[in-house]
């Protein structure tokens, strides 16, 4: 509890630092972006991802405790980058997309805190895996996994954590899951059914879906153990980490396990590929700034950290 308390102050003294060259207070890198998507009216949001907060107090059992005092560190100045967000939206009234893990694991401490912050503004907010997990790296994370806290996460958070739609000055933003590198037949009819509404999309995803050259940056980035996208070819997957020693209930921690895309996924994004009204794509998940082009019409925008401060603040025209 004391490195708790201590990881908190340091969070705190934090929130109003400026790096060198950082000419807001609030944030520490703001990306700014113009995206056209045919809005009625000009509006802006500001789009943050990867959080990881890590508040836990004593409604949690020790060994939650422990999980806090040893990921806290990594995320130091996590809560207070989030605060700042939150103010920066609110007072700049920005519509506030976060696409996905904005804590780093399951208590009652960061569902609440959640939930407090998230009813100050505007928002819609894309599940991220760590939204679910409830001690890390404990166990295969999958639907069934998922399920063990989805309802106990759900009732947290403004909008459906699976699919949820926001039309904002006529442009249909979208946020769905894709946090165990797949989606749902659920989703994919559901996602038929948004396009069908005729309104240009903003789609807002936890993991990027693949474009090769991020794919690229991402393997070189990560020894080429691993990419962090969804739907990225299996002639990749296959080369990604694997430890053929694990016992066959352990083998889920490869990689190569982790990460392949089912056919109906692939499928997906093909589909998606094809969608004309779709305008672009905002994720997250690899905790760095990157923006490749995704379709004919729609660049995908990864931002940065937000546990650094990172953010893209966007004007939707």
């Not at 790296?137 to 806290?149: L, V, W």
């Not at 946090?179 to 309104?199: E, P, R």
Request: aromatic share 10%.
């Amino acid at each position: 509890m004391v490195l708790l308390l201590a990881s908190m102050a340091i969070q705190a003294a934090g929130l109003y630092a400026e790096t060198e060259g950082n000419k807001d207070p609030y944030l520490n890198e703001v990306r700014k972006l113009r995206i056209k998507v045919g809005a009625e009216s000009p509006f802006s949001a500001l789009h943050i991802a990867d959080s990881h907060l890590t508040r836990v107090d004593a409604r949690e059992d020790e060994r939650k405790l422990k999980l806090s005092a040893s990921r806290g560190p990594h995320f130091v100045q996590a809560e207070a980058y989030f605060s700042a967000a939150i103010r920066y939206a609110r007072e700049k009234d920005l519509l506030f997309l976060h696409s996905g893990d904005i804590i780093d694991f399951v208590s009652e401490a960061n569902l609440e805190y959640v939930a407090e912050q998230l009813q100050t503004v505007k928002s819609l907010v894309s599940a991220g895996n760590h939204e679910f997990s409830q001690y890390v790296g404990e166990a295969r994370e999958d639907e069934a996994y998922k399920a063990q806290s989805y309802e106990r996460v759900q009732k947290a958070y403004p909008n459906n954590l699976k699919m949820a739609s926001l039309v904002i000055h006529g442009v249909n933003f979208i946020a769905l899951d894709d946090v165990y590198y797949n989606v749902t037949a659920a989703q994919f009819s559901w996602m038929k059914k948004q396009v069908k509404k005729g309104l240009p999309i903003v789609l807002i995803c936890h993991v990027p879906f693949y474009t090769e050259k991020h794919c690229q940056a991402n393997l070189k980035e990560n020894n080429g153990m691993a990419a962090y996208m969804t739907g990225v070819p299996e002639a990749i997957t296959r080369t990604f980490q694997t430890d053929d020693s694990l016992p066959a209930d352990e083998q889920w921690r490869n990689r190569s396990v982790q990460q392949k895309a089912d056919a109906l996924t692939l499928e997906f994004i093909q589909w998606l590929k094809k969608q004309p009204l779709l305008k672009a794509i905002l994720a997250g998940h690899c905790h760095s700034f990157y923006e490749e082009q995704f379709s004919p019409t729609a660049i995908q925008y990864t931002v940065g950290a937000g546990y650094e401060g990172a953010a893209h603040e966007i004007l939707f025209e």
